[in-house]
C-alpha cells in the first residue's frame, strides 16, 4: 500500500521568502512522486515529478524538488515566493505495482503575503 | 490543442435526480479516472478505467456510476444514492506509465 502525508494543511510565507512544502510518503516499491499545483476552482497542473534518475527534480515556475530515500520524503521548495504562487499544492505517489492509481495527499494551501 | 475538456463548469441538482457530468480527450490516453474533492480531504478516486468497456470502482464509488464507450469519453452519473454529491469533480487521464492530466473540473451543488 501507498500513502502520502502532507505536513501542515497552511504555509504562510511573505512574498520573496524561501517556500518549502513538507511531503513524505511510503511506498513497498521504487516510488514516482508528483507535485501539483491547483489554483481556484481549477483542475491539477503538473509541476514536476520524479521516476528515476537525478534526486533533484526542477519544475515549473522555479519550483524544484528532492526525492531521499533515506527519508521518504519529496518537499518542494522554491527560494522567492511570489504572489502569485498562492494556491493548492498536492503531492502524490505512485506505486510501481499499481502505477496507474496515484495516492494523493491532502494538499496544502500557500499564502503568500505582500 | 489537446487536453481534456469538461462540461457543465457548474451543475446543481435538485434532491432525487441523477445527473451526469461530462469527460473527454483528445489526448489518446488509454486511461481515465474521477475524482472527487473535498476541502481538506483531497483528492478521492472514485472510478477509473483503463481500456474501453472496462472499468473498476475506487475508493468512495457508491452512489456514482461511470460507461467507458469510447477512449475518448468517460461520462460521470451522481445518482440519487448518493447522498451528500455537493463536490468539485476532476477528471483525469493518463497514458501507461505516464502522468496524469487534469480537466478544469465541475462543481456540483445539490439544492
Known amino acids: 500500500a501507498q500513502s502520502v502525508t502532507q505536513l501542515g494543511s497552511h504555509v504562510s510565507v511573505s512574498e520573496g521568502a524561501l517556500v518549502l512544502l513538507r511531503c513524505n510518503y511510503s511506498?513497498?516499491?521504487?516510488?514516482?512522486l508528483f507535485w501539483y499545483v491547483q489554483y481556484p476552482n481549477q483542475g491539477l497542473q503538473l509541476l514536476l515529478k520524479?521516476?528515476?534518475?537525478?534526486?533533484l527534480v526542477k519544475g515549473i515556475n522555479g519550483f524544484e524538488a528532492e526525492f531521499k530515500k533515506s527519508e521518504t520524503s519529496f518537499h518542494l521548495t522554491k527560494p522567492s515566493a511570489h504572489m502569485s504562487d498562492a494556491a493548492e499544492y498536492f503531492c502524490?505517489?505512485?506505486?510501481?505495482?499499481?502505477?496507474?492509481?496515484?495516492?494523493f495527499g491532502r494538499g496544502t494551501s500557500l499564502i503568500v503575503h505582500p | 490543442d489537446g487536453g481534456i475538456t469538461q462540461s457543465p463548469k457548474y451543475l446543481f441538482r435538485k434532491e432525487g435526480q441523477n445527473v451526469t457530468l461530462s469527460c473527454e480527450q483528445n489526448?489518446?490516453?488509454?486511461?481515465m479516472y474521477w475524482y472527487r474533492q473535498d476541502p481538506g480531504q483531497g483528492l478521492r478516486l472514485i472510478y477509473y478505467s483503463q481500456i474501453v468497456n472496462d472499468f473498476q470502482k475506487g475508493d468512495i464509488a457508491e452512489g456514482y456510476s461511470v460507461s467507458r464507450e469510447k477512449k475518448e469519453s468517460f461520462p460521470l452519473t451522481v445518482t440519487s444514492a448518493q447522498k451528500n454529491p455537493t463536490a468539485f469533480y476532476l477528471c483525469a487521464s493518463r497514458l501507461a506509465g505516464e502522468t496524469q492530466y487534469f480537466g478544469p473540473g465541475t462543481r456540483l451543488t445539490v439544492l
Open positions: 489526448l489518446n490516453h488509454d486511461a
Open positions: 511506498s513497498s516499491v521504487p516510488p514516482y
Open positions: 520524479y521516476t528515476t534518475g537525478a534526486t
Open positions: 502524490a505517489v505512485s506505486d510501481g505495482r499499481r502505477s496507474y492509481i496515484p495516492t
